[in-house]
Structure formats: structure tokens, C-alpha cells
């Protein structure tokens, strides 16, 4: 019994080494190495700081620039700590507000967001895209729908003083279709739609 006791041991003292040390030194190696972009959070950097990832989506209010999915996340109410504030894409907090399709605060939610996209975007000629007035499931997504880009587009180029064609033909450059061609649907990446606007149409103050 005790010869069967030690190899147990023994066994189990193997299998925790192999399993909960060696194998995931060897991926986090081997990650790192094949796909260091995706392995150190798929950061973007401008002038040698990073400003954002690709992956997490962030707030932008100014009126020259897309602005992305709302979001539900929270944070901690720095004045109560049983608290919570809203804390948008935050990635420590990623959650959905959880609010039944029948909720009377998600049909005000939506509405004053439909309010405020409106007073924004005087000149747009496109129905509202449902994107823009609901949030992820994530709270942190970066991207967008073209139509949600397009309907911002008279706005971005009107505050840049450019062309609303330039604007379009920006917005299909950055339209990145469905993962494999099947899986999901096409969508626009806010962080990157923005900084190709600031390279090509800098604002001069």
C-alpha cells in the first residue's frame, strides 16, 4: 500500500509539473515568438506610445472623429466602495448592462442615446444603425458596423473640413470582412478608422 501510495505521489507531482508548469511556459514561449502582436494584447503604438489595442474599444467624443459602440461597463465608485459608476470599456469590468429587451431603463437608455446621436449628426441621411444606440455583450467592443461609420461620415467630414466621398472611401478601406469569409459580420475598427484620419487629414489648431 505505501509502494502504491508513492507512486500516486509521484504521479501526480509529474503530471502538475508537465501540465500547470511546462505546458503553458512552452505556449506562452511559443505564442510570443509566432504572434507577439496578438500574445502582448494587439497594443498600437503612435510615436512610440502605445494609444490603445485593437482589441478593447475606447471612448471618443470629439466631433472629428467615430465614435464607437456604447458600453455598460462599470468601476468601483471611488466615494463608496459598495458602489459602482460607469466606466466605459473597461476591460477589468468587461460586462453588459443585463437589461431585458422589455426594460423600461434599456428603452430610455436607447432613447436618449437616438436623442444624442441626432443633435450630433444633423446632416446624416441614414437611418440610425442599432449598433450605435446598444451596447456588446463585452462592453468593450472596437468595432463598428459600416453603416454605423457611414452614418457618422457628414459629420467627421464636415469637422474636418473634407470631403464626405473622402470620408466614405476611408470607411471601405477599413471595412474588414466576415473571419474566414463565414464567421461574423463586416465591421470597421474605430482606433484604426481614426488614426488613418488623423495621418491623412491631420486638425491644425
Known amino acids: ?15 502538475t509539473v508537465i501540465c500547470g508548469l ?26 512610440g506610445k502605445v494609444i490603445g489595442s485593437t482589441l478593447i474599444g475606447q471612448a471618443f467624443t470629439k466631433p ?42 434599456l428603452s430610455d437608455d436607447v432613447q436618449s442615446r437616438v436623442d444624442a446621436l441626432k443633435a450630433e449628426n444633423p446632416d446624416a441621411r441614414t437611418p440610425i444603425p ?13 468595432h463598428i458596423s459600416p453603416a454605423a461609420a457611414v452614418y457618422q461620415a457628414p459629420r467627421v467630414a464636415k469637422a474636418r473640413g473634407i470631403s464626405e466621398s473622402d470620408v466614405l472611401h476611408m470607411i471601405d478601406l477599413a471595412t474588414e470582412g466576415r473571419t474566414l469569409g463565414l464567421i461574423g459580420e463586416a465591421r470597421v475598427n474605430v482606433l484604426k478608422l481614426n488614426m488613418v484620419l488623423d495621418s491623412n487629414h491631420p486638425m491644425h489648431s
Open 1 to 15: 500500500m505505501l509502494k502504491q501510495l508513492k507512486q500516486s505521489i509521484l504521479v501526480t507531482l509529474v503530471i
Open 130 to 142: 442599432v449598433d450605435l444606440v446598444t451596447t456588446s455583450a463585452s462592453g468593450l467592443d472596437p
Open 22 to 47: 511546462a505546458y503553458p511556459l512552452a505556449m506562452v514561449g511559443l505564442s510570443g515568438t509566432l504572434f507577439p502582436s496578438q500574445a502582448h494584447g494587439s497594443l498600437i503604438e503612435k510615436d
Open 64 to 105: 472629428e472623429y467615430f465614435h464607437s459602440r456604447p458600453s455598460a461597463t462599470t468601476d468601483t465608485d471611488p466615494n463608496d466602495a459598495t458602489k459602482t459608476v460607469p466606466s466605459p470599456y473597461n476591460a477589468a469590468s468587461s460586462n453588459a448592462s443585463n437589461a431585458a429587451p422589455s426594460a423600461k431603463s
